[in-house]
């Protein structure tokens, strides 16, 4: 590939972030909904806030498993496929599994549609909303909302937050 120098360079695209919302990041990683495809966290412990105490999950390791739960012998067969389902890891391999020099659990980065726009933020409007409802002030706001200035990049919005759709 041709440098910036002159010189011609030997490269190797690697693969560093993977933008996806989260059905497209469990298929990609072959996990079973609604478990997490970062870490081994169990379902009983969604919302607890502290994810850093879940292990991260092996995905070589369940290569191997699988593997096992295929190729192995009766025991090795029933002890793989209990492994894999305790850790609701899908019947087939997943994209990133095998691929060098990708770390499938530091690949996934947020989709800014979805999880951005769509998840936070309508959350975090809705509670504003509400709160402005309750405190009789939601006409003040949508008036504002109407009446931002123009910035570079900005799309201003014509009408009361209350009558936007998407
Ligand atoms: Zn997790």
């Known amino acids: 590939m041709p440098c910036a120098d002159g010189r011609m360079q030997q490269c190797y695209p690697v693969i560093c972030a993977w933008m996806a919302d989260y059905f497209e990041n469990i298929h990609l990683h072959s996990i079973k909904q609604p478990h997490c495809p970062?870490?081994?966290?169990?379902?009983?412990?969604?919302?607890?806030?502290?994810?850093?105490?879940?292990?991260?999950?092996?995905?070589?390791?369940?290569?191997q498993k699988m593997i096992l739960a295929t190729q192995g012998d009766e025991m090795e067969r029933r002890e793989a496929r209990q492994y894999l389902e305790d850790r609701a890891v899908g019947t087939s391999e997943g994209v990133f599994w095998n691929m060098k020099r990708i770390s499938p659990t530091s690949i996934i980065v947020?989709?800014?549609?979805?999880?951005?726009?769509?998840?936070?933020?309508?959350?975090?409007?809705?509670?504003?909303?509400?709160?402005?409802e309750h405190h009789s002030r939601i006409d003040k706001f949508n008036h504002l909302w109407a009446m931002m200035p123009p910035y570079p990049g900005f799309a201003r919005f014509n009408?009361?937050?209350?009558?936007?759709?998407?």
Do not use: D
């Not at 009408?159 to 998407?166: D, L």
């Open 159 to 166: 009408k009361p937050y209350s009558r936007v759709t998407q």
């Open 110 to 132: 947020p989709e800014i549609l979805h999880t951005v726009y769509l998840g936070m933020l309508k959350h975090l409007m809705h509670w504003v909303t509400s709160f402005l």
């Open 38 to 63: 970062v870490c081994e966290a169990p379902k009983s412990s969604f919302g607890e806030g502290n994810s850093s105490s879940w292990q991260l999950r092996a995905y070589q390791l369940y290569f």
